[in-house]
């Protein structure tokens, strides 16, 4: 979307509260509960949907009140923004509001002015890399045999993610629709939970062997990180595979990936990857190869019993895998594949999942 189309819609949305003020009407917004009650798994799209609940942000109460007033500023901010050509941290945010003339308009913390900006995206129908807001996190790195061109404010470049980057890879900027895929050499992509993994895939040259683009999720992803995931899945047809440690909170890391999260439910569409598949490490993995492991801890087991009954874990796989875990007692890092030998992750465990995914 272009920065005048965004900023219409934001300048629609100040419009609206002008005019029911000018009617002599107090204002409010409705916008939909984002609450965990509010979050429904669509079957059909496979990710999580916001569900018919509404609540209304209205001038009624002081509290109302005064999150109006504080995103009109914030509008007003974006707008100036937009105009400049310039961008902005969700950070600078909550301090920049420290300059604005009213004292009851100041964000109380940052919390606070994420969710008014995931208000706005809401509410407009826009994503905050088109009010040109970033998170302070960068997006992950990608390695492997694909060729782009990317645009930025210094112009545009062409790059092949092998060729003409470092060890480190290509940083996803912030807003990966930026991109354009030119040509590409994958037969899959493996989004990898750690970044010592992840340079162990590189050092040992996987993505050269197996026509592999490497991504580092770098624990819970960023949203660039999904929403790239995303587009290389559409757009080039190619299969993705997650690669995490094996326990209860690294199942949810795929989920993120996979299926969406609840705190941005509202972009489930753009951000998860539904075709994408699990890959390990596997609570069977710790049994088969006898890999070094950990006691489930009871916050672990009580993880495991809800992911038992999340819609999201309902198929046969996850059914045996999450109950044998609670069973053996045990969770395992990626790492713990090295006892087998430093090659062992490359040579052998990921080429015979991968080749029992029909993925190789």
């Given amino acids: 979307m272009s920065s005048s189309k965004s900023q219409s819609k934001l300048l629609k949305l100040a419009e609206d509260l002008q005019q029911q003020i000018t009617l002599g009407e107090i204002p409010e917004l409705e916008i939909p509960t984002r609450t965990r009650g ?3 798994y669509d079957n059909n799209k496979r990710v999580w949907v916001y569900g018919d609940r509404t609540s209304k942000r209205s001038g009624k109460k002081v509290t109302g009140a005064q999150k109006l007033l504080k995103m009109a500023y914030t509008i007003e901010f974006l707008k100036r923004q937009l105009d400049d050509d310039k961008s902005s941290t969700l950070r600078e945010l909550y301090y920049l509001s420290e300059s604005w003339e009213h004292e009851i ?16 995206e809401i509410i407009s129908d826009v994503n905050r890399e088109e009010f040109h807001m970033h998170p302070e996190e960068s997006g992950a790195s990608l390695m492997g045999p694909l060729k782009i061109k990317e645009k930025t404010n210094r112009g545009e470049r062409e790059l092949h993610l092998q060729e003409d980057v470092g060890q480190s890879g290509y940083t996803v900027p912030n807003n990966p629709d930026s991109i354009e895929f030119l040509s590409h050499n994958l037969d899959f992509l493996i989004a990898v939970e750690t970044g010592g993994m992840r340079d162990r895939l590189i050092e040992n040259g996987f993505d050269n062997k197996y026509n592999a683009l490497i991504t580092h999720l770098k624990g819970q992803p960023a949203r660039a990180t999904r929403r790239i995931i995303r587009r290389i899945n559409d757009e080039l047809d190619v299969p993705v595979i997650v690669f995490c440690d094996g326990d209860p909170w690294s199942y949810r890391i795929f989920s993120a990936v996979s299926y969406g999260s609840i705190k941005s439910a ?12 699990y890959l390990g490490i596997e609570p069977q993995d710790i049994v088969d190869y006898n890999l070094p492991s950990d006691p489930l801890s009871d916050r672990d087991k009580q993880a495991l019993r809800n992911e038992l009954k999340d819609p999201r874990f309902q198929s046969s796989y996850w059914q045996e895998q999450m109950e044998l875990q609670l069973k053996i007692d045990k969770k395992a890092e990626q790492q713990s594949l090295a006892a087998q030998g430093l090659d062992f992750v490359t040579d052998t465990y990921l080429p015979e999942k991968m080749e029992d995914m029909g993925i190789i």
Avoid: G
Avoid at 105 to 116: P, R
Avoid at 266 to 277: C, G, M, Q, V
């Fill in 38 to 40: 509010n979050i429904e």
């Fill in 105 to 120: 308009a100041h964000f109380n913390d940052q919390e606070e002015s994420n969710e008014l900006i995931e208000d706005l």
């Fill in 266 to 277: 509202h972009l489930s569409e753009e951000l998860a990857t539904p075709d994408a598949r």
